[in-house]
């Protein structure tokens, strides 16, 4: 099944409930996010970090200190926070870029004549068009439809 992990669906809550007082300017802890929505401390505290190396969110220590969203959710596209959290989004071991295609394919004995790697690259950069397309905003909204044009099109 293709879905996201755990700690993308942290990644995710941490963002909104960092978004829910974004407009006060205060910072939360994680302990806080994670008290907030039920989520374990560790887990949310190693997203957090993730996601502060990404340069998503921002964090200051001390007394007053948290973490606080480095820019509005409408800008912050769904692909950059899996790929903080994740890593490269690829269906496939052919999937990645020129360079992380070759050398991730190298372990693949049929790459020369597999019937079904470009298709498998066609739709890998279709989901990963979608995913630039989809903001965090537009998971925050009930009843916003999410993008779905790159995805359907014709492969």
Do not use: F, W
């Not at 790697?117 to 537009?138: F, S």
């Amino acid at each position: 099944m293709l879905g996201l992990t755990r700690r993308t669906d942290y990644a995710l809550v941490a963002i909104a409930a960092l978004a829910d007082t974004a407009a006060a300017g205060a910072a939360r802890s994680a302990r806080q996010v994670a008290d907030a929505y039920g989520l374990l401390v560790p887990q949310t505290m190693n997203v957090l970090k993730d996601l502060q190396r990404a340069g998503i969110v921002t964090s200051t220590r001390g007394l007053h200190g948290g973490y606080r969203l480095a820019e509005a959710v409408e800008k912050i596209p769904l692909l950059r926070v899996i790929e903080a959290i994740e890593g490269p989004v690829q269906m496939a071991l052919c999937c990645g870029d020129e360079e992380e295609g070759v050398e991730s394919c190298v372990s693949c004995d049929t790459i020369s004549i597999c019937p079904v790697t470009a298709g498998t690259r066609r739709l890998n950069e279709k989901i990963v068009g979608m995913l630039a397309e989809v903001t965090i905003r537009d998971l925050m909204e009930p009843h916003v439809d999410v993008p779905l044009q790159a995805v359907t099109t014709t492969l």
